[in-house]
């Protein structure tokens, strides 16, 4: 699934290509990508101008000139692609958007993603508001959040995952902020000291932000940018999928382990806190 990183570089691109421009039609061409919808998309959305784009974690929007958004959430394979109108032919097309000189396609091959026309509360679309500030918003309280993960009883893995105790994290990056605050990914988040807490945070924003540099992490087609390009991030991981491969800190071999069903890889000798 498309993390943090992931889905502000597809924000950042619709950033540039469609703000400004206006539905002249929308098309539903599969119900399970328009579904939660008190609305017809395909009525609503015609004559509506984007004025914006946001993103908390994992969801991102675009603000429209009446003062609502339209909700998208990528899920597992989502793609917002944007170009010339007929340029994008996959059988997965499941919206088709007309923005005038340009068209905007909702691709998904696994179908969990969706458009949701919303109102906005608070900043933040209401489907969305129950969701925690993550590592990049300006009123982002680091000291807080590791307090709010130091409460819990579960696993700092799980912990990390918890999208109302910090939103945006999956479990790449997860991964790789423990690796790099030298945590154990199955750690009881309650017996962590208040510094470490802090410390995986911090670790996760810059990992997340060294990523955005390198325009995502692509394992494969179903994560690309709005133009069709994937990231290349993958290459420079350190724990996520390296099991088997000398710890780059260290020279031990990276280890796979399951914390509450979720994979998790990390460094039996480096990360002992």
């Known amino acids: 699934m ?11 691109g619709l950033d540039r290509h469609v703000v400004g421009r206006t539905f002249r039609g929308v098309e539903v061409l599969h119900p ?29 929007w675009l603000l429209l000139d009446d003062d609502a958004a339209l909700l998208v959430h990528l899920r597992m394979s989502g793609q917002m692609l944007v170009g010339k109108h007929g340029s994008v032919q996959s059988p997965h097309v499941r919206i088709r958007a007309d923005l005038g000189e340009v068209e905007q396609c909702f691709v998904d091959q696994r179908t969990f993603g969706f458009w949701q026309y919303t109102q906005v509360v608070g900043g933040v679309p209401a489907p969305a508001g129950h969701i925690a500030p993550d ?6 309280d680091l000291r807080e ?3 709010l993960i130091r409460r819990k009883n579960s696993a700092l893995k799980t912990v990390l995952l918890n999208q109302e105790v910090v939103s945006g994290i999956g479990s790449i990056y ?9 945590l154990k ?13 802090e410390a995986v945070l911090d670790a996760s924003r810059d990992v ?12 494969d087609a179903l994560y690309v940018n709005v133009n069709g390009a994937s990231g290349y991030f993958s290459r420079s991981l350190n724990a996520y999928g390296q099991a088997g491969e000398p710890c780059s800190r260290c ?13 998790s890889y990390y460094c039996p000798v480096c990360q002992v806190l």
């Open 251 to 263: 020279g031990t071999l990276i280890a796979r382990t399951v914390v509450n069903g979720r994979s």
């Open 135 to 140: 590592p990049f918003e300006p009123d982002f």
């Open 208 to 219: 997340m932000a060294r990523s955005l540099e390198q325009g995502g992490t692509s394992f």
């Open 32 to 60: 399970r990508a328009a579904r939660g919808n008190d609305v017809d998309l395909e009525q609503v959305l015609p004559g509506r101008t984007i004025v914006g784009t946001g993103r908390r974690g994992k969801y991102l």
């Open 185 to 197: 990914p199955w750690r009881t988040a309650r017996t962590m000291r208040q510094r470490d807490a």
């Open 174 to 182: 997860a991964d790789e902020a423990m690796w790099a605050a030298r």
């Open 2 to 12: 498309p993390e943090l990183p992931e889905v502000e570089v597809v924000r950042r």
């Open 145 to 147: 959040t590791a307090r």
